[in-house]
């Protein structure tokens, strides 16, 4: 084989590996069924949100692909916290089962608790009565800080 034909073909392997290896990440880091289901249910938070933990936050709300665990309002690259969230994470609060379930049922009165101010300022307007959805999205948040760690 001449030399540039050696060139080539060494550049389509590194190519090849290229695509390769994020292939291998994602084969490695499955979603359990119920993850997979809330990946499905958080499609309609994607407005709003990231969840891929390679991506920047949107100016709109913060990426997701490590709440699960962390201090409320407190990813690194959001700047937009409201004044509820402020206070919300002034407290202490950290992102759980719990904590997520009551604040992705009814927002605006998980920050009031949690700051302990009524009718705080807060930013997110999207309310999922569903405890069976607010369940699987908390399994999908779980499985994603996982596969991000």
Not at 21 to 43: K, N, S, T, Y
Not at 77 to 83: A, G, V, W
Not at 89 to 96: F, H, L, Q, Y
Request: hydrophobic share 35%; aromatic share 8%; charged share 30%.
């Amino acid at each position: 084989m001449n030399p540039l034909g050696k060139i080539i073909g060494a550049g389509l392997v590194l190519l090849g590996m290229a695509y390769a290896i994020p292939a291998f990440a994602a084969a490695d880091c499955a979603l359990p069924p119920e993850a997979q289901l809330g990946e499905e249910v958080a499609r309609d938070c994607k407005g709003c949100h990231v969840f891929d933990g390679e991506k920047p936050s949107r100016s709109t709300g913060p990426n997701l692909s490590r709440i699960y665990g962390a201090k409320a309002g407190t990813v690194d690259d959001f700047r937009r916290y409201s004044e509820g969230m402020k206070k919300t994470s002034e407290k202490d609060v950290v992102w759980d089962d719990d904590t997520l379930d009551a604040y992705i049922a009814n927002p605006k009165g998980f920050l009031e608790k949690a700051s302990g101010r009524p009718g705080v300022r807060h930013g997110m307007n999207f309310l999922m009565p569903d405890p069976d959805k607010r369940r699987e999205v908390i399994a999908f948040l779980k499985a994603l800080k996982t596969c991000n760690d």
